[in-house]
Antibody
Framework: QVQLQESGPGLVEPSQTLFLTCYYS??????????WSWIRQPAGEGLEWIGR???????AYNPSLKSRVIISIETSKNQFSLRLTSVTAADTAMYFC????????????WGQGTLVTVSS | QSALTQPRSVSGSPGQSVTISCTGS?????????VSWYQHHPGKAPKLIIY???KRPSGVPDRFSGSKSGNTASLTISGLLPGDESDYYC??????????FGGGTKLTVL
């Protein structure tokens, strides 16, 4: 059974770095058939794609966040991570990780999300 | 890269049909056939219900259907059930290895 589970601090101070991890179970994250994505949703707003990575690397990022984002993957641990630097209150959101089909580009499985609040 | 435009809310009675629109541009929805739709009950993981404009994943009832015309994609839900009450989001490939989502539509089953 495919599952994705986000983990990380629920509170980050302004100007600090947000770091989240997504653990994948029910398969191997090394599968070439998928990309691994991060998506977020500020309260009361829509979804925003943050970026993605493949087991072979090849990260891609939302141009609006590109200067502050790094997505990495650890195939030995079956997990991938999000690092967002210089956070502000505008980065307060529910953060989701998702599996993305490499052929038809849809996000076929998602985690339940983790709420990150940026506040001092 | 601008968010896709969806109505904030739609509603319908049980058994009726509703359609949710998703308007983008000639750089995303209008150019690529990689439009997908997601059902999201807050507190739960979003669920894929339509991909590649019209395709349904295994297990999704055929009451859910997708289409596209020009820069606008649409999700139609027929035979509304109370359990369909949820938030719905569209998503499109936007070129240069980027994706854009809509602002979401809250479906109320009256």
């Amino acid at each position: 059974q495919v599952q994705l589970q986000e983990s990380g601090p629920g509170l980050v101070e302004p100007s600090q770095t947000l770091f989240l991890t997504c653990y994948y179970s029910g398969g191997s994250i090394s599968s070439g058939s998928y990309f691994w994505s991060w998506i977020r949703q500020p309260a009361g707003e829509g979804l925003e794609w943050i970026g993605r990575i493949h087991a072979s690397g090849r990260p891609a990022y939302n141009p609006s966040l590109k200067s502050r984002v790094i997505i990495s993957i650890e195939t030995s641990k079956n997990q991938f991570s999000l690092r967002l630097t210089s956070v502000t209150a505008a980065d307060t959101a529910m953060y989701f990780c998702a599996r993305q089909d490499a052929t038809e580009d849809h996000f076929d499985f998602w985690g339940q999300g983790t709420l990150v609040t940026v506040s001092s | 890269q601008s968010a896709l435009t969806q109505p904030r809310s739609v509603s319908g009675s049980p058994g009726q049909s509703v359609t949710i629109s998703c308007t983008g541009s000639s750089s995303d929805v209008g150019f690529y056939d990689y439009v997908s739709w997601y059902q999201h009950h807050p507190g739960k993981a979003p669920k894929l219900i339509i991909y590649s404009v019209t395709k349904r994943p295994s297990g999704v009832p055929d009451r859910f259907s997708g289409s596209k015309s020009g820069n606008t994609a649409s999700l139609t839900i027929s035979g509304l059930l109370p359990g369909d009450e949820s938030d719905y989001y569209c998503c499109s490939y936007a070129g240069s290895y980027t994706w854009v989502f809509g602002g979401g539509t809250k479906l109320t089953v009256l």
